[in-house]
């Protein structure tokens, strides 16, 4: 079971200290209901990426949370997300359960974004 100073606090603290300057890799994951213009948080991001001198990578978990738990994800590129612009709802890359709340479900999701190496989630 997750106890303080486990994997959840090593992940907080290595995001508190990213290199602006190296290589970026960013997970997105769904979390929540349908609402209008959550699809366009990924077109933020390939903006985002677009601008950056550096290597940016964006993974987008499928089916949200289960998708972070079973490493289940999509490289979001402009051409996978060009269907999606401006469309409401999570189609996406879509949700599943709303919740990370359980010790177990932390534990996990912290040794995965360890596991895949990213800088933000």
């Known amino acids: 079971t997750y106890k303080e100073g486990d994997e959840l606090d090593k992940v907080n603290q290595d995001l508190q200290n990213i290199d602006h300057d190296s290589a970026m890799k960013i997970g997105l994951v769904y979390m929540g209901r349908q609402a209008p213009g959550v699809n366009n948080v ?5 903006r985002f990426k677009a601008q950056q001198k ?10 949200g949370v289960d998708g972070l738990l079973k490493e289940d994800f ?25 919740e990370l709340r ?9 040794e995965v974004c ?8």
């Not at 990924?42 to 390939?46: I, K, M, Q, W, Y």
Request: hydrophobic letters at 35%; glycine letters at 14%.
């Open 42 to 46: 990924v077109d933020g991001l390939l």
């Open 54 to 63: 550096r290597e940016v990578e964006l993974l987008g978990f499928i089916n």
């Open 74 to 98: 999509e490289i979001m590129t402009r051409e996978t997300y060009q269907y999606f612009n401006n469309l409401g709802g999570i189609d996406y890359i879509g949700r599943g359960f709303d």
């Open 102 to 110: 359980s010790d177990f479900q932390k534990q996990k999701a912290a």
């Open 114 to 121: 360890t596991k895949l190496g990213l800088d933000g989630l």
